[in-house]
């Protein structure tokens, strides 16, 4: 009858005695040369062009804004181009409207001086037509004046000559009714109608007959 086997945990086997015997050992770290000058060199050339990379690729970074802002001035100087050509239209539209004003002005100006010297010789002519009617009124106010006196002597005189008249008719017959007749003396006419009705036979001795009034107002003076 076999005896059953007991395996403990501090039994190890021969390999296993001799490994975990055995003390560790680190190996040797092998010793690190110094790389060559020409290598050096390299590298530091290398790290100086990435440095130089690195700085191309901000001043590209740089190169790129001041572009966009060149784009935006350019485009602000286009707007500003516009601008000063608007203002130099304006400009020219105001200096030649200005000159036209000025011409309109030189020529209204021309005119109104014709017309000042016109009205002042039409001025100068009433002036001198004013003393003329103030000379003329006196006249006129003087003949007025003699009018008067003519027309108070002219009636006098027709008072006189109607007095006179009057004296000088004092021998004068008016023969009324008798018709009108053209052609006919009227001192005939009154000798025939003293003979043949009034009956008077003797020689009449008429000096001049002639009718008074209008026509068909038959008034006979003998």
């Known amino acids: 009858m076999s005896m059953p ?6 039994v190890t086997s021969p390999t296993q005695q001799f490994q975990m015997g055995a003390p ?3 190996c040797p770290t092998p010793t690190q040369a110094s790389p060559p000058q020409w290598a050096t060199e390299l590298l530091s050339k290398f790290e100086a062009m990435s440095f130089k990379m690195n700085s191309i690729d901000e001043i590209k970074s740089a190169v790129s804004s001041v ?12 707007k500003l181009s516009k601008r000063v050509l608007d203002v130099e239209t304006s400009q020219t539209f105001i200096s030649k409207s200005f000159d036209e004003n000025i011409k309109m002005h030189e020529k209204t100006n021309k005119k109104i001086e014709s017309d000042i010297k016109k009205l002042a010789t039409e001025c ?13 009124s006196k006249n006129l106010s003087d003949s007025k004046v003699n009018l008067q006196k003519i027309f108070k002597a002219n009636e006098k005189l027709n008072n006189d000559l109607e007095s006179i008249k009057c004296e000088s008719m004092r021998d004068n017959l008016l023969f009324h009714g008798i018709k009108e007749s053209e052609g006919k003396d009227c001192a005939l006419i009154i000798k025939s109608m003293c ?22 107002e038959v008034a006979v003076l003998s």
Do not use: T
């Open 24 to 26: 560790y050992m680190p």
């Open 5 to 10: 086997m007991v395996s403990s945990p501090f």
């Open 195 to 216: 003979g043949n009705n009034l009956e008077i036979e003797d020689e009449l001795n008429i000096k001049s007959a002639f009718r008074l009034g209008k026509k068909n």
């Open 67 to 78: 572009d966009y802002k060149l784009s935006e001035m350019k485009g602000d100087m286009n």
């Open 124 to 136: 100068e002519a009433l002036r001198i037509d004013m003393s003329f009617i103030k000379r003329d």
